[in-house]
């Protein structure tokens, strides 16, 4: 397969940018506008949404005592450079904890919710024409491979978070670059696996997609980062993950060089 010549950009990467969080604006009008999928969506990001809430709280319950256990050499400081150290450490913490929360909130809510996304994307794509190629593959093998795929993306996040985390506590750099660096590769990552139910619908894993994303590495990005701003609203993952699988249908489609017009 000639992934350049599929997902050649025709525009400047600014335009692919915001042409790509607009797909995730389509994503919402697909949803809203049927009942069925609303159902069908909500259920698992729920789930998902009530364990992740109380993990992150309990994060922040205990946000002190991990902060003061990554700075043993903040001991010995006068009391004002201690604190500071500490209310740095903290929000570092915290940071790395949402992203990882944010990220890995949509591999462990596909997992839960593998079903039920599976049918919106399939909905959404014979609204589309169908899909061309599509392959048939049992329930507990499609499982096994999201499940697979997840932990792979998972253990890549978490591998990210570490020197962001570190770069925290360089201050501005901390609290302006990071931030917005955190952004990108979250919303990369987003990106990558909320394609993954069309693209194992024609038989194609990670590293098809993941190449094919590339090829188009502005539009993808767009879309990952507009999803990835909506997850840190509070409870907004749980309203637009399923929204976000319709735009990623989109998105892979237009991966593929195939119709993104109802039809």
Do not use: H
Not at 66 to 74: I, S
Not at 180 to 197: H, S
Request: charged share 15%.
């Amino acid at each position: 397969m000639d992934v350049i010549s599929i997902a050649r950009p025709v525009t400047g990467p600014a335009s692919r940018f915001l042409s790509g969080a607009g797909l995730l604006l389509r994503g919402i009008g697909l949803y809203v506008r049927s009942p069925k999928l609303m159902l069908l969506g909500i259920v698992p990001a729920l789930i998902s949404g009530v364990l992740y809430l109380a993990a992150f709280a309990a994060l922040v319950w205990f946000v002190d005592d991990l902060a003061a256990l990554v700075t043993p050499f903040a001991d010995d400081w006068s009391t004002v450079l201690r604190n500071l150290s500490r209310v740095v450490a903290g929000l570092a913490i915290l940071g790395v904890g949402g992203l990882l929360g944010v990220v890995t909130f949509t591999a462990v809510t596909l997992v839960i919710g593998d079903p039920f996304y599976e049918a919106i994307s399939e909905r959404v794509e014979n609204r589309l024409g169908g899909a061309p190629g599509a392959v048939y593959v049992p329930f507990w093998s499609s499982l096994r491979r999201s499940l697979a795929d997840s932990l792979r993306l998972m253990a890549l996040s978490a591998l990210v978070g570490i020197p962001l985390f570190v770069a925290g506590f360089i201050p501005l750099v901390g609290q302006t670059v990071v931030p917005v660096v955190g952004a990108a590769i979250g919303g990369w990552f987003l990106a990558v696996e909320l394609v993954g139910a069309p693209f194992y619908r024609r038989g194609m894993r990670l590293p098809e997609r993941r190449a094919l994303l590339k090829a188009d590495r502005p539009t993808a990005l767009g879309f990952g980062v507009a999803v990835f701003v909506c997850f840190l609203i509070p409870l907004g993952a749980i309203l637009v993950m399923p929204a976000a699988v319709a735009g990623a249908t989109l998105l892979a489609r237009r991966s593929l060089g195939q119709s993104t017009k109802e039809g």
